[in-house]
């Protein structure tokens, strides 16, 4: 099966500061997927990369997958406490075929 | 539209006891369904996926059991709740543009 390897674990910054949050698979992805969650709530979706070199942006957020498909970074820039939360890299096989998600990178952004 | 609903928000329930969870989809038909397990401050595991009526695969053994008895219901389910069944479940569903989760269900085995 695929495995998803996200680091760090966790991660505090100052606000205003920018942060990166890595996602490794062992395989190549057909779909890869960032989620943000806050504690004991559902999934808000951020962005679906799918072409190798993909880049996307959200406001401050920005979401690259590697031209081998194996790697997927997601960048904040000037960080806010809005930005707290954890977040989720995951993928799947095939179009909407069994998404499975790495372990979580827990953010908190200090005033 | 297409919805998903998922209840209850929370649940508290004694070891032993038994438990059943639904979810339910609106507005589209023959969905992938999926249901998910988070540990505090993990990641999300998955537990059941289901390709169509009555076919369920699990991903990993465990004390709970999926069931998929319409086109778009999904139950969890198990006999004999353990300590370790505590946990923020979601359920999902998806088609080839992608995939949608329920607000989730925060069970406390005590």
Redesign the interface.
Known sequence: ?QELE?SPQSLIVQEGKNLTINCTSSKTLYGL?WYKQK?????I?LM?LQKGGEEKSHEKITAKLDEKKQQSSLHITASQPSHAG?Y?C?ADKA??????????T?VLVKP | SQTIHQWPATLVQPVGSPLSLECTVEGTSNPNLYWYRQAAGRGLQLLFYSVGIGQISSEVPQNLSASRPQDRQFILSSKKLLLSDSGFYLCAWSQIHGYTFGSGTRLTVV
Do not use: C, D, P, V
């Open positions: 099966s996200q997927y504690y004991g709530e559902g999934l979706f679906m954890i989720l995951g179009a909407g075929n069994k998404l499975t998600f790495g372990g979580g827990r």
